[in-house]
């Protein structure tokens, strides 16, 4: 049962251009989310989060979109640039199907910036 | 360099051996969690341990056990290993293990069982 999506696996973006990473979820329980960026052998690095009573947060070429009746949650990277290209991890965090809180992760998106 | 370190970084092993993976947590972050990460899969949360207690369950299996020593460090133990037990094992920590934090993660275990 997955319960953070990440429907695309893959994205190419033009370098200076908008970059746009989509995330969905089904658990209404979640009501923090967080976005992490991976390199090829490293660990996922913190990029941003946005808690469920705000609809955006930004951090510099960093935005965060939430649309809670949609249930899906965006990564807006303008503009973008090489080193960007990573595969990023949307993740969510409530009450999970365990009765626990803990992170959830969804199957990433790599992002590739062509110069 | 998030300050958690994984050893080792390779793991290569037999089906039905068993293996221990090990994590140093950062300075001062009390929490540490494990996590799988398969061929085309996200991050599966395996299990959470809050200053040595197990704070949080996941979908770990029974052959895999953890546990948190006094000195904060954790190790995974993985046992009756199968081929699907291939993966990239992660480990973070956090300061409180409250699940708002952000977790910094190590660099991984790649585990292949052949």
């Known amino acids: 049962d997955q319960q953070v999506k990440q429907n695309s696996p893959s994205l190419s973006v033009q370098e200076g251009r908008i970059s746009i990473l989509n995330c969905d979820y089904t658990?209404?329980?979640?009501?923090?989310f967080l976005w992490y960026k991976k390199y090829p052998a490293e660990g996922p690095t913190f990029l941003i989060s946005i808690s469920s009573i705000k609809d955006k947060n930004e951090d510099g070429r960093f935005t965060v979109f939430l649309n809670k009746s949609a249930k899906h949650l965006s990564l807006h990277i303008v503009p973008s640039q090489p080193g960007d290209s990573a595969v990023y991890f949307c993740?969510?965090?409530?009450?999970?199907?365990?009765?626990?809180?803990?992170?959830?992760f969804g199957t990433g998106t790599r992002l590739t910036i062509i110069p | 360099d998030s300050g958690v370190t994984q050893t080792p970084k390779h793991l290569i092993t037999a089906t039905g051996q068993r293996v221990t993976l090990r994590c140093s947590p950062r300075s001062g972050d009390l929490s540490v969690y494990w996590y799988q990460q398969s061929l085309d899969q996200g991050l599966q949360f395996l299990i959470q341990?809050?200053?040595?207690?197990?704070?949080a369950k996941g979908n770990i299996l029974e052959r895999f056990s953890a546990q948190q020593f006094p000195d904060l460090h954790s190790e995974l133990n993985l046992s009756s290993l199968e081929l699907g037990d291939s993966a990239l094992y992660f480990c973070a920590s956090s300061e409180r293990g409250t699940a708002n934090e952000k977790l910094f993660f190590g660099s991984g275990t790649q585990l292949s069982v052949l």
């Open positions: 993740a969510a965090s409530g009450i999970s199907n365990f009765g626990n809180e803990k992170l959830t």
């Open positions: 341990y809050y200053n040595g207690e197990e704070r």
């Open positions: 658990n209404s329980m979640f009501d923090y």
